[in-house]
């Protein structure tokens, strides 16, 4: 067959972007492995992408345009029921992720603060919501850092949350809770923070 793909073909290729280089070996296009190359890897994955069709028609042996369309057709419904496992893999992931920050230690006594907060009462109220938390959360032995990040809303206003925190030898010290209230426009600091140190 002519090697110059027809115009009509040059599409969008969704296998390509999402299985790259998996696709590149099954289309004998192993060009696509240069999506390991730190930074340009990035920018690759787009182009196999725009001119997946393109690479995958002059690399491979079809029969006709119905059976490339064929299987590169098969390749974006793979990629999509790739996408899908991932997403439902992370799912649980991501709130086991919540759970364990909302049970942690910094969290719990950060939270214990702000409710003491004659500010946070003013200007949240309670009861509130917490919003997702994002940030890191670490621990070796006896020592470890949290690293804490997540919005509240309650009846009277809404505020970012930001926790740092410590352990040392088993305890865990608040190193800064740093409230910034939205409506007011205006920060509060708890913890060690809050003294200067």
Known sequence: MDKEIPEHLKKWNWGAFF???????GNNTYSAFKIFIPVYGFYYIFKLGAHGSEYAWKNGTW?????F????????RASFAYIGFCFLLALPLFFMVGHLFRNSEPY??????????????????????????????????????AN?????????????????????????????????????????LLGECA???
């Open 19 to 25: 299985l790259n280089w998996i696709w590149g070996v």
């Open 63 to 67: 029969r006709d345009e119905d059976h």
């Open 69 to 76: 369309v064929k299987v590169q057709r098969n390749w974006s």
């Open 108 to 145: 719990i006594m950060s939270m214990a603060l702000l409710e003491g907060s004659p500010k946070f009462k003013e200007e949240i109220g309670i009861p509130y919501d917490a919003g997702f938390i994002t940030g890191n959360l670490s621990t070796s032995g006896h020592q470890g850092s």
């Open 148 to 188: 804490m990040s997540f919005g509240v809303d309650g009846a009277r206003g809404e505020a970012k949350i930001y926790i740092k925190a410590e352990k040392d030898m088993d305890i865990w010290k608040l190193l800064c809770v740093k409230t910034e209230y939205i409506n007011s426009s205006t920060v509060e």
């Open 195 to 197: 003294n200067g140190s």
